[in-house]
């Protein structure tokens, strides 16, 4: 990979994925489209310097982004990846799947599994106590992204905006919870995985990425009401692959 993953809008790694997905028609594209905004956040955190170890940060984010463009272009060519992209990209041959779906399947690859790692590989273990608190703000910037994927998600489904006007307090909650669950996680593991080398680690890291599928399989096949749920969703959207793509991306 070349260049900085603190991306701007035109990223040549996630236009190149995104390029591919609307070719494809797939729903691959809507996740690359989703990293957009976040890389858009990081740059302007970074710009009005915001984080106290502004290097680390983007080494970080550099290992965390090239572990999701390995995943997206093993699946693109057939080539083994972890368990849980794997899961991910699978979901995305199925027409079944709602948009948030999709969404919901890559965060929990790069979250549960991705960012553990990235963590661990990324900042030196004697480091890790003093970097929490860019960690923090840099999950916080992800979670402030929600309420522009839930518009960008009303244009796909019309009736979504109604039902987050309604809800929106509840879904606030619900998410931030979620998001503060996922992130204390992902730096739970981090530490444990800081401590471990050679084939430990690699058990390690196995574990998480096996965690990380079984909550891909509730994601993608849940049970009642979420089944239902899911499925008038599904049913609600309007346009192709390609063009939710561009709404995501907000083309």
């Given at each position: 990979?070349?260049?900085s993953?603190?991306?701007?809008?035109e990223?040549?790694?996630?236009?190149?994925?995104?390029?591919?997905?609307?070719?494809?028609?797939?729903?691959?594209g809507?996740?690359?489209?989703?990293?957009?905004?976040?890389?858009?956040?990081?740059?302007?955190?970074?710009?009005?310097?915001?984080f106290?170890?502004?290097?680390?940060?983007?080494?970080?984010?550099?290992?965390?982004f090239?572990?999701?463009?390995?995943a997206?272009r093993?699946?693109?060519?057939?080539?083994?990846?972890?368990?849980?992209w794997?899961?991910?990209?699978?979901?995305?041959?199925?027409?079944?799947?709602?948009?948030?779906?999709?969404?919901?399947?890559g965060?929990?690859?790069?979250?549960?599994?991705?960012?553990?790692?990235?963590?661990?590989?990324?900042?030196?273990?004697?480091?890790?106590?003093?970097f929490?608190?860019?960690?923090?703000?840099?999950?916080?910037?992800?979670?402030?992204?929600?309420?522009?994927?839930?518009?960008?998600?009303?244009?796909a489904?019309?009736?979504?905006?109604?039902?987050?006007?309604?809800?929106?307090?509840?879904?606030?909650?619900?998410?931030d919870?979620?998001?503060?669950?996922?992130?204390?996680?992902?730096?739970?593991?981090?530490?444990?995985?800081?401590?471990?080398?050679?084939?430990?680690?690699?058990?390690?890291?196995?574990?998480?990425?096996?965690?990380?599928?079984?909550?891909?399989?509730?994601?993608?096949?849940?049970?009642?009401?979420?089944?239902?749920?899911?499925?008038?969703?599904?049913?609600?959207?309007?346009?192709?692959?390609?063009?939710?793509?561009?709404?995501?991306?907000?083309g």
């Amino acid at each position: 990979m070349t260049g900085s993953t603190v991306p701007g809008r035109e990223l040549p790694e996630l236009a190149e994925l995104i390029d591919w997905s609307r070719a494809h028609g797939s729903p691959a594209g809507y996740f690359a489209s989703l990293y957009t905004h976040v890389g858009r956040a990081l740059e302007q955190a970074l710009a009005r310097g915001q984080f106290a170890h502004p290097q680390a940060l983007t080494h970080l984010n550099d290992v965390f982004f090239n572990r999701y463009l390995t995943a997206f272009r093993a699946h693109r060519d057939g080539r083994p990846l972890t368990a849980a992209w794997d899961a991910a990209f699978e979901a995305t041959r199925s027409r079944r799947l709602c948009v948030l779906q999709h969404l919901m399947l890559g965060m929990n690859a790069h979250i549960n599994l991705d960012l553990a790692v990235a963590v661990a590989e990324a900042i030196p273990p004697d480091d890790l106590s003093g970097f929490r608190a860019d960690f923090d703000l840099m999950n916080s910037l992800l979670s402030g992204l929600v309420d522009a994927v839930a518009r960008d998600l009303a244009i796909a489904w019309p009736l979504l905006d109604w039902f987050n006007n309604l809800f929106h307090d509840e879904n606030d909650v619900i998410v931030d919870f979620s998001m503060r669950l996922a992130r204390q996680q992902a730096w739970d593991g981090a530490l444990r995985l800081a401590t471990l080398t050679g084939p430990e680690r690699d058990r390690a890291v196995a574990a998480l990425d096996d965690e990380a599928t079984e909550l891909a399989a509730i994601i993608a096949r849940p049970t009642w009401p979420g089944n239902v749920i899911a499925l008038i969703v599904r049913l609600g959207e309007r346009g192709t692959v390609a063009k939710i793509t561009d709404d995501l991306l907000g083309g």
